[in-house]
């Protein structure tokens, strides 16, 4: 699917903005991603998007990792240095953070619930407790996979661990994806992080207190019928529920929310936004506002 947006996006984007561009989508294997880096270094691509699957190969393959991309563990922006270094980024985090924000809720001393723990939940999880998230919730249907997240925030010194985290956490337990000398660090941080597995039994109270809940589980992709949500959690007005799943655009969830007058966040936002931020990596330029919701007005019939 994004590889049929993001050409959409960009050609409607270096067209409103009269940039001399042209973004193509390319279709890369596995043993193919080093030599398309490559391309970037030797300047025959002014860039590159990366999409699934090749998130997490790209970080190793850069010269040099952004901050927040070496924290995620994930490349989906490379861009030619001045002195050809292929360099690195995360623009789903700030797409994430801005696809919220858009709708007037803030991550800001939010009380957050993220269902998921894969590659997109990373991104979240870091954009929140950056932003000041006052706590995270990760509840995910492989509960270890949630807490393996929810120690790397702590070992980052951006969260403090709380329930079976907070058990692990002083038994010894440490993120394996970071080096021992930054994982012995005391927990410290504002946002009380929590890891649970995706059960309504676990999610019930954290729902109960929260005002951000978002879909990061794949869950409902492709599937209209499908609700990440397990049965007897209940949604109220007083949340901005996002779900990152676009197509379709108006999943289970959202019309789960719709229902419970809970303001609503579709993907398409975190989608134009990662790629508006992917344009300001790659040229400087800020695109205006109104663009990106003249190009959600445009994109979202495709979406289903
Ligand atoms: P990953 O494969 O890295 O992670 C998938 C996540 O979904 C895991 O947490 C997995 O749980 C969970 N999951 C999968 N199937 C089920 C199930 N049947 N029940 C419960 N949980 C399930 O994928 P990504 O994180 O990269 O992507 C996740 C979603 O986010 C996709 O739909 C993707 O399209 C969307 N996305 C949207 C973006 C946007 O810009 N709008 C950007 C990036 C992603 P477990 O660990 O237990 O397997």
Redesign the pocket.
């Known amino acids: 699917?994004?590889h049929s947006l993001s050409p959409r996006i960009f050609r409607r984007v270096f067209q409103d903005l009269g940039i001399d561009a042209h973004y193509t989508a390319l279709r890369v294997e596995k043993h193919e991603l080093a030599e398309a880096i490559d391309r970037v270094r030797r300047g025959s691509l002014a860039g590159l998007s990366v999409t699934?699957p090749h998130?997490e190969a790209a970080a190793e393959l850069v010269d040099a990792l952004h901050p927040s991309a070496a924290r995620i563990g994930a490349v989906n922006c490379i861009a030619r240095s001045p002195t050809g270094h292929a360099e690195g980024y995360n623009t789903?985090a700030p797409?994430?953070r801005l696809?919220v924000e858009q709708s007037g809720a803030r991550l800001a001393a939010a009380r957050a619930v993220l269902?998921?723990?894969?590659?997109?939940?990373?991104?979240a999880a870091f954009a929140a407790v950056s932003a000041g998230a006052k706590s995270l919730t990760i509840a995910?249907?492989?509960p270890e996979?949630a807490i393996r997240l929810g120690l790397e925030l702590v070992a980052l010194g951006r969260a403090w661990p709380e329930g079976e985290l907070l058990r692990r956490w002083e038994s010894g337990e440490r993120a394996p994806r970071l080096n021992v000398s930054r994982a012995l660090g005391a927990p410290s941080g504002k946002c009380f992080v929590s890891a649970i597995p995706?059960e309504s039994s676990a999610l019930v109270h954290p729902l109960s207190h929260a005002d951000l809940l978002v879909n990061?589980?794949?869950?409902?992709?492709g599937d209209p019928g499908?609700l990440?949500l397990p049965g007897g959690c209940v949604l109220d007005r007083r949340l901005t529920v996002m779900d990152?799943?676009?197509?379709p655009l108006h999943t289970a969830l959202l019309r789960r929310a719709r229902e419970a007058e809970a303001t609503c966040v579709d993907?398409?936002?975190?989608?134009i936004h990662?790629a508006l931020e992917q344009l300001r990596v790659w040229t400087g330029q800020v695109a205006p506002p109104a663009l990106a919701a003249s190009l959600h007005d445009e994109l979202a019939a495709e979406c289903g």
């Not at 990152?244 to 197509?247: A, T």
């Open positions: 699917m994004e699934i998130k789903d797409g994430f696809a269902l998921g723990a894969g590659g997109a939940a990373r991104a995910n249907r492989d996979r995706l990061s589980t794949s869950v409902g992709l499908a990440p990152m799943v676009y197509r993907g398409l936002w975190m989608l990662q």
